[in-house]
């Protein structure tokens, strides 16, 4: 060890102080002016040392930092030493005696001479290890599925926005983006049960990740949907190969317990030569023409190409369908209600529409909204859907029933167009019925994509009575901290995080966790989905404020919903919860 220097006694004096409050920590106190470091027996211990194998030297210490940290501590150093920063703090991975890597926060303050010089440098080193890996932690559940693991939405579709804007930007590098389904689904989770279903979701995603190519992104975007990126497409061909090398691996049975099942997929493709610039355009398309294979009879693929007839290679639900429906009035709106937590009363109804297709029978919204997007008619139809619910509302409350408030969802680009405040406020004068009686649900989407002028339009709405909500918020936490930029009093979380709770312990923790934060932002929250009693314990021991759901009822025609409300002006949750036990 090297001459203490000339600050004998008050060194001692500091370093006791410095000991004192740092606790567990381990104390260092370098002497700028020679150039030797003390090192405390905890600092040594730390890092796996014992006393006599670490010396009084500076490269002690920073020769154990990582060399991706090793670059950013000079300038920490010196921004406290020579550039007026109140105090040098610095996270950095240092080098253990078993090996591996420690997080340590390394924290001090300098000791000036009268002219402001520094001459030592005293601070303490703390243990951060299990909070970085904490942190990795929250990190990596903020950007995957937790069921498979794979990518979710909000990381896929921040790829996606990258490879379409190096497209859009002149790189000679193509991409495809597959939109997956699978076939018959539904059947096999309500035959064979959930607990199948999820692990028939994980054999798929390791499936798939061995049918594609190194760099390419797979992604879970929600129940039995998944969507790849290929990237850095040489030839268009290549996508379809590939479609057809995803369709060979999952053709193979499935395993599962005493079940041995056959799997197909449906799968759409849409190719970056679309020149899109948002990514929810080529999930638009995707979807349309993974739509059209499984009209097609499924286990199939199409790509979407623009200007063609319906807008897709192969056969299924095309203009002329969409044109004569209009014509026809082909479409209907049902309601799905919605019941509070915890009492059970009747909070109000999502309206939808169903295309009554005169030969493939009642359609849901989801299953034709692509082409409806593709065929630039989203805007007719929503507006017809505002103006017949919000009608059948003002009937409602004039025969003395109290349906509660009235959802009406609303596609991701709507909120941007500046007709919405005023399409919604000629609609309630046209009707009759008070703001205050209609809620409009946006996407994340409409989130991730807004500006300044839609949540100028989205205040006007709040200020005018509305209330506006987030619907289908799924895993995609990056969305979440759009929140506090909108006024935002709703969020709807996704049917799946619910599927499988409470035996499914990472979904429930994920799912309890997302209404624990809403409520912190102040927000109600509401989910749909609902299947079981057990699901509904829990939402109730969560304090969900609102929940929907096959166990209450589907969506339904509008004479159905007010025998709904009248039969049932207040459900007993209790003893819905009860039939759990």
Same mark, same amino acid.
């Given at each position: ?22 606790? !567990?920590?381990?104390?260092? !106190? ?12 905890? @600092? ?11 010396? !009084?030297?500076?490269?002690? @210490? ?15 150093? /010196? ?91 002149? /790189? ?182 169903? @295309? ?41 409350? !004039? ?89 935002? /009093? ?92």
């Amino acid at each position: 060890m090297g001459t203490p220097g000339p600050f004998n006694v008050r060194e001692s004096e500091e370093r006791y102080a410095i000991a004192a409050s740092a606790g !567990d920590d381990g104390l260092w !106190d370098w002497n700028l002016e020679i150039n030797e470091v003390y090192f405390s027996p905890r @600092w040594k211990s730390m890092l796996g040392h014992e006393e006599n194998e670490i010396d !009084d030297s500076p490269d002690e @210490w920073l020769k154990r930092v990582h060399s991706k940290d090793l670059g950013r501590l000079p300038g920490r150093l /010196s921004d406290h030493l020579h550039r007026g920063a109140e105090r040098f703090e610095s996270e950095h991975r240092v080098l253990h005696r078993d090996g591996g890597y420690r997080w340590m926060l390394a924290r001090g303050i300098a000791v000036r001479e009268n002219s402001g010089t520094p001459v030592r440098l005293v601070g303490w080193l703390t243990d951060i290890t299990d909070r970085k890996r904490n942190e990795d932690r929250l990190k990596h559940d903020a950007w995957h599925d937790a069921l498979t693991d794979l990518p979710n939405r909000a990381y896929f579709n921040g790829q996606l926005q990258r490879a379409a804007t190096r497209s859009n930007g002149g /790189s000679q590098q193509g991409f495809a983006l597959l939109y997956l389904d699978v076939d018959n689904f539904k059947e096999l989770n309500d035959g064979l049960g959930h607990t199948v279903g999820d692990q028939v979701l994980i054999a798929i995603a390791n499936r798939l990740k061995h049918s594609v190519r190194p760099g390419d992104t797979i992604a879970r975007i929600g129940g039995d949907e998944f969507a790849i990126l290929l990237a850095r497409l040489g030839e268009e061909r290549e996508a379809t190969h590939i479609a057809e090398r995803i369709q060979h691996a999952l053709s193979l049975p499935v395993k599962i317990a005493e079940h041995e099942l056959s799997i197909s997929v449906s799968i759409g493709v849409a190719l970056s030569s679309l020149s899109h610039d948002r990514p929810g355009d080529f999930l638009r398309d995707a979807d349309l023409a993974m739509y059209e294979a499984k009209a097609g009879g499924g286990g199939r693929h199409r790509i979407f190409e623009k200007g063609a007839g319906s807008g897709i290679r192969g056969e299924g639900l095309g203009a002329a369908d969409l044109r004569q429906a209009f014509e026809k009035g082909q479409f209907r709106v049902v309601y799905e209600p919605a019941l509070a937590l915890p009492a059970g009363t009747v909070t109000g109804c999502t309206a939808s529409l169903v @295309w009554d297709h005169p030969s493939r029978g009642a359609l849901a919204w989801e299953i034709f909204q692509g082409l409806v997007a593709q065929q630039g008619r989203s805007d007719d139809l929503l507006t017809r859907l505002l103006k017949e619910a919000c009608s059948q509302m003002k009937a409602w409350l !004039d025969a003395g029933l109290s349906p509660g408030r009235l959802t009406i969802k609303v596609n991701h680009a709507w909120p941007r167009q500046p007709p919405l405040l005023e399409t919604v406020q000629k609609t309630l004068a046209a009707t009759g019925l008070e703001a205050k009686a209609l809620r409009i649900e946006l996407t994340e989407n409409a989130l991730l994509e807004s500006n300044s002028e839609t949540r100028q339009q989205l205040q006007a709405c709040v200020d005018a009575g509305l209330q506006i909500a987030v619907g289908d918020l799924g895993m995609e936490y990056s969305s979440l901290i759009y929140l506090k930029r909108h006024p935002i /009093s709703i969020l709807k979380l996704d049917g799946f995080l619910i599927r499988g709770v409470p035996a499914d312990m990472p979904i429930a923790t994920i799912t309890g966790g997302l209404i624990e934060l809403a409520h912190s932002l102040g927000l109600k929250v509401s989910i749909g989905g609902i299947t079981t009693p057990e699901q509904l314990a829990f939402l109730r021991a969560k304090r969900c404020d609102e929940f929907q759901g096959p166990m209450i009822s589907a969506p339904v025609a509008a004479e159905a919903f007010e025998d709904f409300i009248r039969r049932q002006t207040h459900l007993s949750v209790s003893e819905l919860v009860s039939s759990a036990s």
